[in-house]
């Protein structure tokens, strides 16, 4: 049997940003019917080799051909995305780029023809009903975008492509914004359009998923092509050597000895009432050496948890325990002295001031303590000695104490406030979304960090969209969906898709609402 | 060929040195275009404008005297602009500290100066402070704009401190010139040099700037205002106290343009009137500006900007052109330090065509 034939082909691309190499002489064929899974950490160059195939970069090197109608492989001119999409190449980006106040029917023509056109429009929704059919991409094409769920955007994101005629779909990290079941999903529609005949590359940092959908899998590190396989002789292991390009230590959890209740939310409401991301009543708590995963699609109160536990915000009613004594008027300050370790979501925004040294960055939560200042002068060589030893501890690469934080990665940077808040010992740890963007390399380190702060008898609360990483993590699982937070139980009795139900806020069945 | 921008890691303080360098020399340049126009000829205009700013002894206390002002009002600006707090309204917190200067100094507490200066001082930083205290309070609050605030206060003050000195303030032997009554001779700063206008204003301002230059690198103060102008978010999540904070950055500004107007009163004028400043405030920001918001690179600054200035004066005694060209020195070279300063975030790099 022959193997079908070739859509796309990528020649030997190059791509340079100044002395950085993004992309170094990478070639890649994608055939008929195929999904092919292009892995590789952040930075790794997916996202530029991909952005060159659509047309958005230039390369400096290198050809990039798509078969045409005929059969005939035809180089597209560089740097032209109206080329590439009338050569049939469809993209979906990870951030969606609908029009939100237009219906999922006009956001597909959109670009293609007027849309004042009432004949047409009949025309076109005929069609993209009949693609509907097809691949399964089920979604109400009269509503408004804005009122449409991720996963339904995501849905007319790729419609739209289809609608265009695409041969070959790109799908930029399509599932860090879905739920499991959304996720699973996506991956019956993907595999029903290759059977059809569509070539799929997929973008993802997930092992999990590309070993589910993927027919071959491409590894890239540091721009360059680090290896190809098919997804029947790929392993998890395999591929992440290959992606971090040294063997992975995988971090193991054993079980923790948990003591008592060190804080308390008890019936916590914040936020206007009628908004997704309020807290409606919420009860929870948290015990010394026990780590706490806290799942939950974004948007649905993960930032007012946040938010209280980092000293930002105060609950409009109900009672905050520390040690069973209710804790009024919290402020970061104080729960920093009262024994809070405090990752935030956004290291970059919230966690480091870019322009003060690493040095500067570390000391800024106590930098008032006796330790750093005298009578309101900073002791700097306190801050350096500092500085030099969690540099050192926490292996935070930077050229020393005295560069300025925007300069370091952002797993550097989260290092930097894991030296900064796990070096006091802590007490209670929030760790909200603690491994987001990172690499593996960096991840395993991270979550060595916790689980050895957790051994130490502190008490956790990871807050993750990574279902993953709350597995490798958690003790206990928490569920938040709408505001409410629902006790789901230990780790070890539960899997994806009994959290993935509770994320999507249906009940749960064994245990009913604790209200 | 084509151009294109790197963003740099790091300006080195040659570099910034420069930036304001070439801005000053540019501005010059610049400016010799509309001499050249007035029939003069630039070089010797300059030279003129040289000996008139430092040419002797006489010239360079009229330049200090001149720059005193402009020291406290750059410094005023750059502690604020620092902590990314637009303060434009130096001007009015100036009038302020001198009417302050003037309620407590001209008679009605008898002190003597040992105590008269530091009351006087005290009086013209607290309200030059409240000025700006009350715009932050006001963006804290109700998120009003600081920029549109101080400014308008500027018309506001100078408004109110003429109905003063029309008014109940009003020197009843001034022989019906709208001034203020005087300041006793206890609450006026000593000459520096018999003869000579410079005075301990001068002192004032360079002690200011060392104290601003020690609160900026050794303080917490420093450490923490730095952190809130820079990345507010990250300073609020790291527990600094980030409303405080903006409140006493906008103290010390509005506490050190108030100086800026006792130091007018108290070094030169004797009295309050609506001439007391002719744009200090509004240079000040200049000289922040020109200094890299660098508080001794303020004291330099000022200097610069009060020999433009008073060189322009004594150019145009000699050449007929306008002294307004003072003017444009100083807002040209503002311009040139914002087209340089991008030069400390980019670096210019050729290249050509196939790497792009």
Same mark, same amino acid.
């Given at each position: ?133 097809? $691949? ?40 860090? !914004? ?9 991956? !019956? ?78 019936? =916590? ?12 009543? =919420? ?180 807050? $993750? ?20 937070? =629902? ?29 | ?16 040195? @420069? ?55 750059? @410094? ?87 109905? @003063? &000195? ?73 527990? &600094? ?35 007391? #400043?002719?744009?200090?405030?509004? #240079? ?18 000022? &200097? ?20 307004? @060209? ?14 340089? #300063? ?15």
């Amino acid at each position: 049997m022959t193997d079908p034939a070739i859509l796309l082909s990528l020649d030997n691309i190059t791509k340079r940003f100044g002395a950085l190499v993004a992309n170094d002489a990478i070639s890649l064929d994608l055939r008929e019917s195929e999904i092919l899974a292009l892995l590789g950490e952040n930075g790794a160059g997916k996202t530029t080799l991909m952005n060159i195939l659509f047309g958005h970069y230039v390369q400096d090197e290198g050809l990039v051909r798509v078969r045409s109608n005929g059969g005939d492989m035809n180089s597209l001119p560089p740097g032209s995305p109206g080329a590439a999409l009338a050569a049939g190449v469809g993209m979906v980006h990870q951030h969606f780029t609908l029009a939100e106040n237009l219906s999922g029917l006009d956001n597909i023509r959109l670009g293609t023809e007027p849309l004042l056109s009432l004949g047409r429009r009949a025309m076109a929704r005929t069609r993209i009903k009949s693609i509907i059919a097809e $691949s399964g991409l089920e979604v109400d094409l009269d509503r408004r975008v804005a009122d449409l769920t991720v996963g339904e955007k995501q849905r007319i994101e790729i419609l739209k492509a289809l609608y265009r005629d695409a041969r070959v779909l790109i799908l930029d990290e399509p599932t860090a !914004v879905l739920t499991p079941q959304e996720a699973e999903g996506l991956f !019956v529609v993907l595999r029903r359009l290759a059977a059809n005949g569509l070539g799929v590359i997929f973008i993802s940092h997930k092992l999990g998923e590309v070993l589910a959908v993927s027919h071959r899998i491409m590894v890239l590190r540091g721009g360059k092509k680090a290896g190809e396989l098919t997804a029947a002789q790929a392993d998890r292991r395999a591929i992440a050597d290959l992606m971090v390009g040294k063997a992975v230590a995988e971090v193991t959890r054993t079980p923790g000895s948990i003591g008592k209740a060190l804080l308390e939310f008890d019936n =916590v409401c914040l936020g206007k009432p009628s908004t997704r991301t309020a807290l409606r009543q =919420v009860s929870f708590k948290l015990r010394a050496g026990e780590i706490v995963g806290l799942a939950g699609i974004s948007g649905n109160g993960q930032t007012a948890i946040a938010a209280l536990l980092s000293g930002l915000a105060v609950p409009d009613s109900g009672t905050l325990r520390l040690d069973g004594q209710p804790m009024t008027r919290t402020s970061p300050r104080r729960l920093v002295e009262a024994g809070f370790a405090r990752m935030p979501e956004d290291r970059q925004h919230d966690g480091v001031v870019g322009t003060m040294s690493v040095a500067e960055n570390i000391a800024i939560e106590d930098v008032r303590s006796p330790e750093l200042s005298h009578f309101g002068f900073l002791n700097r060589n306190a801050m350096q000695t500092r500085a030099q030893s969690a540099i050192a501890a926490y292996d935070v690469r930077c050229p020393g104490p005295d560069a300025e934080a925007r300069l370091l990665s952002g797993g550097n940077v989260q290092k930097l406030i894991l030296a900064r808040v796990l070096e006091r010992e802590p007490r209670i740890i929030l760790a909200n979304q603690p491994t987001r963007g990172l690499d593996i390399g960096a991840q395993a380190e991270v979550h060595r960090r916790i689980l050895a702060a957790r051994d130490r008898g502190a008490a956790v609360l990871v807050i $993750s969209e990574d279902l993953d990483e709350l597995f490798a993590l958690a003790d206990r699982f928490l569920v938040i969906h709408a505001g409410e937070v =629902v006790e789901a139980g230990p780790a070890d009795a539960l899997d994806r898709a009994t959290i993935g139900l509770l994320m999507a806020g249906q009940s749960h069945t064994t245990e009913p609402l604790a209200q | 060929m084509s151009l294109r921008l790197d963003p740099r890691e790091h300006a080195p303080l040659f570099l910034r040195l @420069l930036v304001s360098l070439v801005a000053g020399l540019a501005a010059l340049l610049l400016v010799a275009i509309p001499v050249m126009a007035a029939g003069a000829n630039p070089f010797e205009a300059y030279l003129l404008m040289a000996q008139g700013a430092f040419g002797s002894m006489f010239a360079l206390s009229e330049t200090l005297n001149r720059a005193t002002p402009l020291i406290l009002t750059g @410094l005023a600006a750059a502690v604020a602009f620092r902590a990314r707090l637009w303060n434009i309204g130096a001007e009015g917190q100036l009038y302020m500290g001198a009417l302050a200067a003037v309620m407590v100094g001209s008679g009605f507490l008898q002190l003597p100066a040992p105590l008269a200066i530091p009351a006087i001082m005290l009086a013209g930083f607290l309200a030059g402070g409240l000025m700006m205290v009350i715009p932050a309070m006001l963006k804290q609050r109700f998120g009003a704009d600081e920029v549109v605030i101080t400014l308008l206060l500027n018309f506001v003050v100078i408004l109110f401190i003429q109905m @003063l &000195i029309e008014g109940p303030l009003k020197d009843p032997l001034a022989m019906g010139w709208p001034q203020s009554v005087p300041l006793v001779a206890e609450a006026r700063f000593d000459k520096l040099i018999p003869r000579l206008r410079m005075h301990w204003g001068l002192i004032v301002g360079l002690v200011a700037a060392l104290i601003l230059w020690l609160m900026v690198k050794r303080t917490v103060l420093g450490f923490e205002i730095k952190a809130v102008g820079e990345n507010k978010a990250a300073a609020r999540f790291a527990g &600094i106290p980030v409303d405080a904070t903006m409140l006493k950055v906008a103290l010390i500004s509005g506490g050190l343009a108030g100086l800026a107007g006792v130091s007018e009163v108290a070094g030169v004028k004797g009295y309050l009137s609506a001439d007391l #400043s002719p744009g200090f405030g509004y #240079s000040g920001i200049v000289v922040a500006m020109l200094a890299g918001l660098s508080p001794i690179g303020s004291v330099l600054a000022a &200097i610069f900007i009060a020999a433009v200035f008073v060189g322009a004066d004594s150019m145009s005694r000699a050449t007929g052109i306008s002294n307004y @060209l003072a003017d444009l020195v100083v807002a040209l070279s503002l311009l040139c330090v914002l087209v340089g #300063s991008f030069f400390l975030r980019f670096r210019l790099r050729w290249q050509s065509r196939q790497e792009a």
